[in-house]
C-alpha cells in the first residue's frame, strides 16, 4: 500500500518539478495526465529493480526511511530561506514563529544526523 500511494504522489511532485525547472513543458490536463502515467511507470519499474537486486522488502523501507530522514533538513532550511527571501511583509510571522521556525529545523537537522548515524553504525 505505501508503494502504490507514494507512486501515485511522487508521480505528481515530480511532473510539477519537471515542468517547474524547464526539462518538458506540461500544458494542460490531458497532457498532465499523460505525465503521470509515464512517471507511475517508470517509478514502478525502479521500485521492482531494486525489490529484485535487494530482494529484502524491510532493507528497502530502511533505505526509503533514511532517504525521507535527509530530506528534513532540507525542507525546513529551505522553508527559512522562503521566510526570509520570499514572505510578502504583510504576512510575516513575528518573533516567537521565527523562534519556533529555526528550532524545528535544527531538530530535524538534529535528527536527520542522528537517524544517518545511527543506521549507518548499526
Known amino acids: 500500500s505505501t508503494t502504490f500511494a507514494a507512486t501515485a504522489s511522487t508521480s505528481r511532485v515530480l511532473a510539477d518539478f519537471i515542468n517547474l525547472v524547464g526539462l518538458a513543458s506540461i500544458r494542460g490536463e490531458r497532457q498532465q495526465l499523460?505525465?503521470?502515467r509515464r512517471l507511475v511507470v517508470l517509478l514502478v519499474a525502479i521500485n521492482t529493480f531494486w525489490y529484485l537486486l535487494l530482494g529484502v522488502?524491510?532493507?528497502?523501507?530502511?533505505?526509503?526511511?533514511?532517504?525521507?530522514?535527509s530530506m528534513l533538513p532540507i525542507l525546513g532550511f529551505s522553508t527559512i530561506y522562503l521566510r526570509y527571501k520570499h514572505t510578502d511583509q504583510a504576512i510575516r510571522?513575528?518573533?516567537?514563529?521565527?523562534?519556533?521556525?529555526?528550532?524545528?529545523?535544527?531538530?530535524?537537522m538534529g535528527?536527520?544526523?542522528?537517524t544517518l548515524i545511527a543506521r549507518l553504525a548499526g
Do not use: K
Open 34 to 36: 499523460l505525465w503521470w
Open 57 to 69: 522488502p524491510v532493507a528497502m523501507v530502511i533505505i526509503g526511511g533514511i532517504a525521507q530522514a
Open 93 to 108: 510571522p513575528g518573533l516567537v514563529i521565527d523562534a519556533l521556525l529555526w528550532l524545528s529545523s535544527s531538530l530535524m
Open 111 to 114: 535528527f536527520a544526523i542522528y
